[in-house]
């Protein structure tokens, strides 16, 4: 078994500082990790030899490698990343807008990015539609292995330090289950002199684990929370998410209006729509209901389905109407584009596809 070292990207500048000395040494460590995306100490040019022979023996710097990667027409970059260990997970490049180049060759904007990370490995949820579930929980990711997806494909992608980039916790995992290492790697991304990803860039999306909502709002991070509701009565949700037992549909509206959201801003709702199981006008109606006095915003999701689910993607159509009714109700409310359909888009299926093969 492969023996796991922390890593330099599991650490606050500040924390760094307090291990290592002089603190001049980390600002430059830093600013190789952050600025330059260094992988290892032999990046480090004006880092003394002494010193990285040194801190190798403790540390190393990007804990991640790429072991595949899948390309969408789209735009849509697909990861699967291994850790020191030899475990496996997804990260996801996904392009939000293309660039905008006016009539006389100018850059009006540049196409925007967003990364979707992993916080573990497998899932202890359990939901019924989800293929990362299907391989059970192997473990929390370290703060340094979240802060490390953003670094590598940033790097893998040529994108400078000082271009915007937004992060959002939607890949494997469940980020409040892991709610300690993830608010670290919040901390560690929103530092100036790192990656500089303000909280408003960054996206926590949880299938509700009520307490943990409070919990994260009491951190006062100022990033923002997307729900994955999916469904509007609790025996639907709980079959879809066995943990709605504990934490049912009430519970998660209540801590939602508890949270501290910046008033420009909005609470997304996910809701993976399923073909005769939640994509009913029905369900729209109540769903209105129960975002009554929360400035939501919701997000409809085709369910992306794959060999061995009984679940079946919705048509087009039952979606739009869905939307409209939402919309003429005074909702916010998009469909989510399928990004990267061709190649398996939903979190848990790139790790699924390679790892069947080998
Ligand atoms: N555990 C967290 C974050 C990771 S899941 C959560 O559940 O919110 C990220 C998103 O992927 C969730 O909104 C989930 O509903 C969605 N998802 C999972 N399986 C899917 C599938 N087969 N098709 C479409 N979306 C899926
Ligand atoms: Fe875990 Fe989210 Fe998948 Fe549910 S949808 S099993 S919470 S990763």
């Not at 943990?243 to 801003?265: G, Q, W």
Request: glycine share 6%; hydrophobic share 35%; net charge neutral.
């Amino acid at each position: 078994m492969n023996t796991m070292k922390p890593s330099l990207m599991d650490y606050t500048q500040k924390e760094l500082m307090e291990m290592i000395k002089p603190s001049f040494r980390v600002k430059q460590i830093f600013n190789w990790m952050y600025h330059h995306y260094a992988e290892n100490f032999d990046e480090m040019k004006n880092i003394p030899k002494s010193m990285k022979e040194e801190l190798s023996e403790k540390f190393v710097v990007n804990p991640l490698s790429i072991v595949n990667k899948e390309e969408s027409s789209d735009g849509t970059i697909k990861y699967l990343l291994a850790m020191q260990d030899g475990k496996t997970m997804e990260a996801v490049w996904l392009k939000m807008k293309d660039a905008e180049i006016d009539c006389e060759g100018e850059t009006v904007h540049e196409a925007r990015y967003t990364i979707c990370v992993s916080t573990q490995v497998g899932c202890k949820v359990g939901c019924s539609f989800c293929l990362t579930a299907k391989g059970g929980f192997t473990r929390d990711l370290t703060a340094g292995e979240i802060v490390a997806q953003v670094v590598t494909l940033k790097r893998d992608n040529e994108h400078k330090r000082n271009r915007k980039i937004n992060i959002v916790y939607m890949g494997m995992g469940e980020p409040l289950d892991n709610l300690n290492n993830v608010a670290q790697a919040i901390k560690i991304f929103k530092e100036d002199e790192g990656l500089c990803i303000g909280g408003k860039r960054q996206t926590v999306s949880t299938s509700g684990l009520s307490t943990k909502i409070d919990k994260l709002g009491e951190m006062d991070l100022g990033v923002h929370i997307a729900i994955s509701l999916h469904a509007v009565d609790d025996e639907l949700r709980t079959e879809l998410i066995p943990m709605n037992k504990a934490h049912n549909i009430n519970s998660i509206i209540e801590a939602v209006k508890r949270f501290p959201i910046d008033t420009r801003k909005r609470v997304m709702f996910e809701y993976l729509v399923i073909k005769d199981k939640n994509d009913d006008l029905g369900s729209a109606k109540k769903l209105v209901k129960l975002l009554h006095g929360i400035k939501a915003k919701v997000n409809l999701i085709f369910f992306n389905p794959y060999e061995g689910t009984e679940y079946k993607r919705p048509t087009r159509a039952d979606m739009v109407a869905f939307q409209e009714y939402l919309i003429n109700h005074g909702l916010l409310c998009t469909i989510r584009d399928s990004k990267g359909i061709d190649i398996s888009a939903a979190c848990g299926q790139l790790k699924e596809k390679v790892e069947g093969e080998i």
